[in-house]
């Protein structure tokens, strides 16, 4: 049972690159987020999903983009990469039930250097 | 000043204590309250979850939460080297269903 996957695990960018980051969900989950995880800072939502097709901007959107064309997959993408998103990228994934937690992948460490 | 405060730690505990974290936060309308564990280069595992006030209690974990304080407490009892982790808490507003807001976590080591 896979949950929750995220790759890749590891990237390393030089500022102006683009990448996605690419997570998928085994659970049938209507609702998916991206999150970034920075010291002292917890974790900030950046973009969120309510299902296939939606995306909605959260806490910290500048300098990304999302898409759901299938309901299992989320993609992120960084178009010109900063150093300021040198970061640990969580995506969670929940049902639509109001009183359902989130579920998280285990992360993508990203440096733009 | 944040939403959701939480002491960073890092907290340094005997095995077998009884160990107490704890969160403060400043929106009343908060209902749902949850705590994460989150080991060394993983994601958030949820640990557990409470809807308004009162007490949950899951094995060696009892989760407090008091709406009055705002204010939220995990409890772990008999402490085992396994959980040495981060703990975060979250909490989110009745009908806000898309957004959790988190503390900063506190890391905690259970010492042998």
């Known amino acids: 049972n896979a949950g929750v996957t995220q790759t890749p695990k590891f990237r390393v960018l030089k500022t102006g690159q683009s990448m996605t980051l690419l997570c998928a969900q085994d659970m049938n989950h209507e609702y998916m987020y991206w999150y970034r995880q920075d010291p002292g800072m917890g974790l900030r939502l950046i973009h969120y999903?309510?299902?296939?097709?939606?995306?909605a901007k959260g806490e910290v959107p500048d300098g990304y983009n999302v898409s759901r064309l299938k309901k299992q997959n989320f993609l992120l993408g960084l178009e010109s990469a900063a150093p300021s998103q040198t970061s640990v990228y969580f995506c969670?994934?929940?049902?639509?039930?109001?009183?359902?937690?989130?579920?998280f992948g285990d992360g993508t460490r990203l440096s733009i250097l | 000043q944040k939403e959701v405060e939480q002491d960073p730690g890092p907290l340094s505990v005997p095995e077998g204590a009884i160990v107490s974290l704890n969160c403060t936060y400043s929106?009343?309308?908060?209902?749902?309250f949850m705590w994460y564990r989150q080991y060394s280069r993983k994601g958030p595992e949820l640990l557990m979850y409470t809807y308004s006030s009162g007490n949950k209690e899951d094995g060696r974990f009892t989760a407090q939460v008091d709406k009055s304080s705002k204010y939220i407490s995990l409890f772990i009892r008999d402490s085992q080297p396994s959980d040495s982790a981060t703990y975060l808490c979250?909490?989110?507003?009745?009908?806000?269903?898309?957004?959790?807001?988190f503390g900063t976590g506190t890391q905690l080591k259970v010492e042998l």
């Open positions: 969670a994934s929940r049902k639509t039930a109001s009183n359902q937690p989130q579920h």
């Open positions: 929106n009343s309308a908060f209902q749902y």
């Open positions: 979250a909490m989110r507003l009745t009908g806000g269903g898309n957004k959790l807001t």
């Open positions: 999903s309510v299902g296939e097709g939606t995306t």
